[in-house]
């Protein structure tokens, strides 16, 4: 297990999370076991993100409101949070990529204005969770990816300052696998990190990313 490297992606993943739950009033905490929420996250974001191995499970749910709807990504997939009411939502990996020659296809457009991101949202499927505060974060890059009319076809969210998080990558035409080479020459010369199920890992891989570990998402209720 190559822990280190994990230690780097939940670090980001967690900065991500707490962008996120910033930009809707939502002030997240932060320490050397775990990022977190005291109440309910946006659709789709954890109340909590471990940031090392071995985190006492007690400790963690009482930061946080532990009750139906609760969700903890469980960073090194070593929680047991079963006793508490807490199932798998899902499992998942760790994936990273150095820097590299970039692939020859077009890098992402960077989405600028909060007429283009509800756009992009809209493609998305994620709606009102992307707030216009996104875009002025120096952390966080909206892209786009349009065919030859500008039509918007997929996307991805880069966060962090190094490595850069790859997130909320979609899209609607074409393939994944396109959409995480464009990715990847956006930004050649930055390392990047992330995670995918196994059912979405295999375009991310064709890319050139590798994995370096398991995590897990617990859900209560």
Same mark, same amino acid.
């Given at each position: 297990? *190559?822990? =280190?490297?994990?230690?780097?992606?939940? /670090?980001?993943?967690?900065?991500?999370?707490?962008?996120?739950?910033?930009?809707?009033? +939502?002030? @997240? *905490?932060?320490?050397?076991?775990?990022?977190?929420?005291? *109440? /309910?996250?946006?659709?789709? !974001?954890?109340?909590?993100?471990?940031?090392?191995?071995?985190?006492?499970?007690?400790?963690?749910?009482?930061? +946080?409101?532990?009750?139906?709807?609760?969700?903890?990504?469980?960073?090194?997939?070593?929680?047991?949070?079963?006793? !508490?009411?807490?199932?798998?939502?899902?499992?998942?990996?760790?994936?990273?990529?150095?820097?590299?020659?970039?692939?020859?296809?077009?890098?992402?457009?960077?989405?600028? &204005?909060? =007429? =283009?991101?509800?756009?992009?949202?809209?493609?998305?499927?994620?709606?009102?969770?992307?707030?216009?505060?996104?875009?002025?974060?120096?952390?966080? +890059?909206?892209?786009?990816?349009?065919?030859?009319?500008?039509?918007? #076809?997929?996307?991805?969210?880069?966060?962090?300052? @190094?490595?850069?998080?790859?997130?909320?990558?979609? #899209?609607? #035409? @074409?393939?994944?696998?396109?959409?995480? /080479?464009?990715?990847?020459?956006?930004?050649?010369?930055?390392?990047?990190?992330?995670?995918?199920?196994?059912?979405?890992?295999?375009?991310? %891989?064709?890319?050139?990313? &590798?994995?370096?570990?398991? %995590?897990?998402?617990?859900?209560?209720?």
């Amino acid at each position: 297990m *190559r822990d =280190d490297e994990r230690v780097a992606a939940a /670090r980001n993943n967690a900065e991500w999370c707490d962008i996120v739950c910033g930009s809707h009033g +939502l002030p @997240g *905490r932060t320490d050397a076991d775990a990022w977190s929420v005291p *109440r /309910r996250s946006p659709q789709w !974001y954890p109340d909590a993100v471990t940031l090392r191995p071995g985190v006492d499970a007690e400790a963690l749910l009482a930061r +946080l409101d532990a009750g139906p709807g609760a969700t903890v990504k469980d960073s090194f997939a070593d929680l047991d949070l079963s006793g !508490y009411g807490f199932r798998v939502l899902f499992d998942a990996q760790w994936i990273q990529r150095q820097p590299a020659a970039p692939p020859a296809d077009a890098p992402l457009d960077r989405v600028s &204005t909060p =007429d =283009d991101l509800a756009s992009w949202a809209e493609a998305h499927g994620g709606g009102a969770l992307f707030r216009p505060a996104l875009l002025a974060d120096p952390r966080v +890059l909206v892209l786009a990816r349009h065919d030859d009319r500008g039509e918007l #076809t997929g996307g991805a969210v880069l966060s962090g300052d @190094g490595p850069y998080g790859v997130s909320n990558l979609f #899209t609607r #035409t @074409g393939t994944a696998h396109d959409v995480w /080479r464009a990715v990847c020459a956006t930004v050649p010369d930055a390392p990047l990190v992330g995670y995918e199920t196994t059912q979405d890992l295999s375009p991310a %891989l064709r890319a050139g990313f &590798t994995t370096t570990g398991p %995590l897990r998402v617990w859900s209560h209720g």
